[in-house]
């Protein structure tokens, strides 16, 4: 530190209060010399402080001033006193450039001035910085001056004001004054070789451990023993209250608590309030004086930070009664009811209080109960006026606490809130809060500003602006909030109202407002989302902007979500993705159905609001589909849980389950209801699976749920036949694929609840099973998980005859449509149904090889069988019944002749490893000529000959696949040669209905492939050039045939087989001589003139000219 020209002043002050002490000095001053020498330097100190100032900077270099003089005048005491050396002192000390000109001082000069500058705070602050032993000295060297002749009500004060600023403790400090006491405690630890007790990080209460002290003496002793040897000079009511109040104050934090009181907030409020109302500045409420008195009540509440050493509890009890019998009995302790009570008096009163109280509660015995109970009697006795806080005041303080940020400002932010009286009559309270909206920036806060907004609103006396006004504010606190905490703001204004503050009865000059800003606020968002819908900034921006307006009225905000979602394209993910970054939204409401009151989720009532009032095309049904698939996925929740917005259960009990039981009328939406269904099984749900829990699905009626998907599902078996005059049809295979399917994985989940619980569903069991008597029976299987092992597998009588079923797992059925011989029809749609059922059908099989009119026989059967199943397939059933051909094909059960009738000359090939291949297309052009014939063709629509020509290409696709696996055909794009490996087939793609367009083989691609065929021996690429013409001959065959001739699925077919024959031709030229493709092509092209589709012939014959052997 450097001096200045102020500190030259002061240095001189004190060398003219040196002369003034001649003959003698100040080193060996005498208290009772002080005021004569004094002068000087207490004049200085006023004029550099400025006191006669009241402006806060002045004030504040004012309280520097005398902190940094106390400061340099102890150190220089302490310097003398430890014999500093000056030679170390004048290179190492920071503080002898300004002690070392002063003149040499004792403990007199410092205590006079201390008291002087009525700075009792500023010894106290030092003397916390000191290790405690030093500490104690340090104390008892001012208590024996304060008791030192003279002794003065001066004294008096400043030993009590010392007292309870040690109580209070060491208070937060910045910048300059922080480090004075941090470089105070480092100089007199250097003094004296002992570590120092602060540190920028140091605690502010300080635990002192008795047994450092000197004589083992402690802080609450010698403060007691000196105000015991003091109490004849106490004579100011004044002080005897102050002196009876730091006793009874520092008995409760020594030995009656161990740990802090903490009062509710409102408390605290009076407490200051009423601290307030009787302090000598009460029209000006500075937030120094609040902070002092908060300082006072937390050293009343707060364990003390000196722990005891000699004095035990039975002699601090019969000290404070002693001292408080001998200040009664001098009417030092009257307070008169009738005037006004100061702030000292009312300080007593609430030492009093708790004192009481804690020896009601204490638990002591002997001595210390006798002790406590002369105590409590003295007390007792003590009689004083009633402090009166009004709200103005207590509103007055809130807003000055507040507004400084004093201590415990957010509890006070909290209170300021949620007190609707100060709200509704004082527009201060508005002021202060848009001048603070920083303060109230937290979500506990942000609530009871709703609260009382809403409060507001329902007031029939309201302000308009003024709601206004705070709307404007709670709004801007809500946006200013992290995310988290405006989800929980969401839950709670929720649990209010759905329609938020629009909910009011008073909101009608506040809602137009909202929707404009509701409006804007979805503009920008479609408007912004169609750029960058993911951008995370964007998407950020977004959510803020809907979390706004939600606050605001979340009803509303989530229907225009919901309409967004619905009617806006491609808007369902943003929606979906803002939606689930809010889960605060999820809150349950009631609606009214039927008549009764039913929780629902807020946002499934807004969805069924606005699909009620409006039809749906197919794109916005679609939407809404993906809108509510993305709106069950689980989030994490307020709670810390995971849930949806939309929860599976609500979706089916809101929109399926009503839905379905309206299947009679016509403006009901099966195949939407449908998907909703299965969307909500689709779900996964966490811990469904645990033993100890139910599934969802348990709560949407699961029994009856599953007979009218059964009873569907038996209406749509027949979905192709041609309806009945003035029926409505509205049953098509897409419907019937997902009926099986929402079927299948419905009853997988009523089983497994079925299987844990048997006896509780045991009746729902048998009633189900005992409706499915009235459908057909292949849906049976569908429901096998629900009914276990409690019934058998019951199929008609004929199948029976055809397969070796066990009787105990198989029971027949005498069903009038399966007569004699019907038995591999039967065996057929089992084979259909499911993979399990399959493989059983399979192996049971009643069929002898070694009988070749058994194996005619069956064929024969098959065939009629496989024309009567087909038609009645989905792709998935006809996936299956393929396969099972393929079983009964290659293990030679299924019989299939190959004739020539597209073969002119017989070709010398082997042909055994097409087998399957060739009989497989063959087999279904019988099966086609069937269809296609007189007897059959009336069976079916316009739409079943669509879907039958679909089937027949998922064939074709099948065979080509088998093919691509023994010749590595590829699929598209690579081919590699490896007649020994047969990798996977590779899943074939539909080919656009839109395109006549058929992928080729890339040069690159076929120079590999003759690269690899070099290294091959025996390519079977001949044989595979056979098959292809046949299946072309096949499907022409068939196109032709069927009614109308214009099978596209038929027609990109063959464009695919001719593709890959000349694939095959261009990488095998020796397959084919040049005589021989042009026979081909010669056939093949008058095998395409068959078709009636000019079109689709002209495409077909070009591509067959095109077919040509590549150069050797």
């Known amino acids: 530190m450097t001096m200045d020209k102020d500190w030259a002043i002061l240095q001189g002050s004190f060398l003219l209060a040196n002369k003034l002490c001649l003959p003698s000095s100040l080193s060996s001053l005498q208290k009772c010399d002080w005021d004569k020498v004094g002068k000087p330097v207490l004049a200085t100190v006023r004029e550099i402080c400025g006191e006669e100032n009241v402006g806060g900077h002045l004030k504040s270099k004012a309280a520097s ?45 410092l205590m006079e001035l201390l008291k002087s500058l009525s700075a009792a705070d500023i010894f106290a602050h030092f003397l916390l910085c000191l290790p405690p032993r030093q500490m104690c000295s340090e104390l008892e060297r001012l208590t024996e001056h304060v008791k030192s002749n003279p002794v003065g009500e001066d ?79 106490i004579s100011k009511p004044e002080h005897g209250l102050y002196a009876l109040s730091n006793c009874l104050d520092a008995l409760y934090t020594t030995f009656l608590i161990d740990h802090s009181v903490i009062l509710p907030i409102k408390d605290k409020i009076v407490f200051l309030s009423k601290a307030m109302s009787v302090s000598e500045n009460s029209d000006k409420l500075s937030s120094q004086l609040i902070q002092e008195v908060q300082r006072d009540l937390r050293a009343s509440l707060t364990p003390s930070q000196f722990q005891p050493s000699r004095l035990s509890l039975h002699e601090a009890l019969r000290s404070v009664a002693e001292l408080t019998h001998f200040w009664q009995s001098h009417g030092l302790l009257k307070v008169c009811s009738g005037s006004p009570s100061s702030y000292t008096a009312f300080r007593l009163q609430q030492s009093v209080h708790r004192m009481l109280a804690a020896l009601e509660e204490a638990d002591m015995t002997g001595e210390e109960e006798s002790e406590k109970n002369n105590l409590r009697g003295l007390l007792a006795s003590m009689a004083f006026p009633t402090v009166e806080s009004s709200s103005e005041v207590s ?20 209170l300021f809130a949620s007190e609707k009286s100060w709200a509704a009559h004082d ?155 809010l889960p605060g939204l999820e809150g349950v409401t009631e609606s009214k159905s039927d008549g009764r009151r039913n929780p629902t989720r807020l946002l499934c009532r807004c969805l069924q609001e606005i699909i009620s009032v409006r039809s749906l095309s197919d794109n916005e049904k679609e939407q809404f589909l993906k809108f509510v698939e993305l709106m069950m996925v689980p989030v994490a929740t307020v709670e810390g849980e995971r849930e949806s917005l939309l929860s599976p259960q ?29 969307a909500a099984l689709s779900v996964d749900v966490q811990q469904e699976v645990a033993s100890s829990s139910t599934h969802w699905v348990l709560e949407c009626s699961p029994f009856p749920l599953l007979y009218i998907l059964a009873q569907f599902h038996d209406q749509a078996l027949r979905c192709l036949e041609q309806p009945p005059e003035g029926a409505v049809h509205h049953w098509s295979m897409d419907t019937k694929e997902l009926l099986a399917s929402v079927l299948i994985t419905l009853a997988q989940v009523v089983g497994v609840q079925v299987e844990a619980a048997p006896s509780r569903w045991s009746r729902a069991l048998f009633w189900l099973h005992d409706k499915m008597k009235e459908l057909d029976w292949t849906v049976y299987f569908h429901l096998k998980p629900v009914w276990g092992r409690h019934f058998k597998n019951e199929v008609p009588t004929s199948l029976l005859a055809v397969c070796h079923l066990p009787e105990q797992e198989w029971s027949g059925l005498n069903l009038p449509q399966y007569g004699p ?50 038609p009645w397939c989905s792709v998935p059933q006809w996936s299956r019944l393929l396969g099972a051909l393929k079983e009964l094909i290659t293990s030679g059960r299924l019989h299939v002749p190959f004739s020539l009738e597209y073969v002119e000359f017989l070709p010398l090939l082997d042909l055994r490893r097409f ?30 000959w669509a879907h039958l020509a679909r089937l027949y290409a998922h064939t074709v696709r099948e065979v080509m696949n088998s093919l691509r696996a023994k010749l590595a055909l590829p699929a598209s794009g690579t081919l590699t040669v490896s007649p020994n490996v047969h990798p996977a087939p590779p899943k074939g793609s539909d080919v656009s209905c839109n395109s006549f367009k058929v992928s080729k083989m890339s ?44 099978s596209e699925p038929l027609f990109l077919s063959s464009l695919e087989i001719l593709s890959h024959y000349q694939t095959i031709m261009s990488a095998f030229p020796e397959s084919s001589t040049p005589l021989e493709n042009e026979n081909t092509k010669h056939f093949f092209y008058t095998i395409a003139d068959n078709l009636e589709n000019q079109e689709m012939k002209s495409v077909l014959q070009q591509k067959i000219t095109q077919l040509a052997l590549s150069p050797a």
């Open 155 to 233: 004294d008096v004060h400043f030993f009590l004001e010392l007292w309870w600023q040690l109580w209070k403790g060491r208070y937060e400090q910045f910048g300059e004054q922080q480090n004075l006491e941090v470089l105070f405690a480092n100089q007199v630890a250097h003094l004296t070789s002992q570590p120092a007790s602060l540190t920028h990080q140091a605690a502010k209460r300080l635990k002192l451990d008795s047994s450092a002290l000197p004589h083992n003496t402690g802080v609450l002793d010698i403060l007691l023993h000196t105000l015991t040897d003091m109490k004849d000079v």
């Open 650 to 678: 609500e979706l089916v009990n809101t929109f399926v389950l009503p839905n379905l039981a309206l299947s009679g009328s016509n403006v009901v939406d099966l195949n939407l209801s449908l998907q909703l269904l299965h």
């Open 395 to 414: 509103m007055r303080v809130a807003m000055t606490i507040v507004s400084h940020r004093l201590e415990d400002y957010h509890d006070v932010t909290v």
């Open 1003 to 1046: 040069q690159d691609s076929l120079k590999d492939l003759k690269e690899g065929a070099q290294t091959v021996e025996q390519v079977p690429s001949q044989e595979v050039l056979f098959v292809l013409s046949q299946i072309f001959c096949h499907v022409q065959h068939i196109q032709v045939m069927m009614p109308g001739g214009q």
């Open 915 to 944: 087998s399957y291949e060739l009989c497989l297309s063959v087999l279904m052009l019988r099966v086609l000529q069937l269809l296609c014939g007189s007897s059959c063709s009336h069976w079916l629509t316009g739409d079943g």
């Open 65 to 109: 001033w005398r902190k940094k003089l106390v400061c340099v005048v102890w150190l220089k005491l302490l310097s003398r006193e430890n014999r500093e050396d000056v030679e170390e002192a004048w290179r190492e000390s920071t503080f002898f450039p300004l002690h070392s000109p002063l003149p040499e001082v004792n403990h007199t000069v």
């Open 821 to 870: 011989g019907t038995g591999l029809l039967a065996w057929m749609e089992c084979c259909a149904l499911s993979e399990s059922l399959q493989s059983i059908m399979l192996s049971s099989l009643a069929l002898d090889q070694r009988q070749s009119e058994h194996v005619s026989m069956f064929s024969k059967g098959l065939l009629v069988a496989l024309t009567q199943t087909m």
């Open 427 to 581: 527009e201060r309270w508005l002021d202060c809060l848009e001048e603070n909206k920083t303060a109230f920036q937290h979500c506990d806060t942000l609530i009871q500003l709703a609260s009382t907004l809403t409060s507001q609103l329902h007031s029939e006396s309201f302000a308009v602006s003024q709601a206004r006004r705070l709307l404007k504010v709670v709004t801007a606190v809500f946006t200013a909030l992290a995310l988290e905490d405006k989800n929980k703001a969401l839950a709670a204004v929720l649990r209010i109202s759905s329609k938020g503050f629009c909910g009011c009865s008073g909101s009608s000059a506040l809602i137009a407002g909202f929707e404009q800003e509701l409006n804007m606020a979805f503009n920008c968002i479609i408007q912004g989302g169609g750029k960058a819908p993911t951008a995370e900034g964007n998407l950020s921006t977004a959510v803020s902007l809907v979390a706004r307006v939600a606050f605001q009225n979340p009803e509303a905000t989530l229907r225009s979500c919901c309409h967004s979602a619905i009617f806006n394209k491609g808007a369902f993910a943003l929606m979906s993705k803002i939606l689930q970054q």
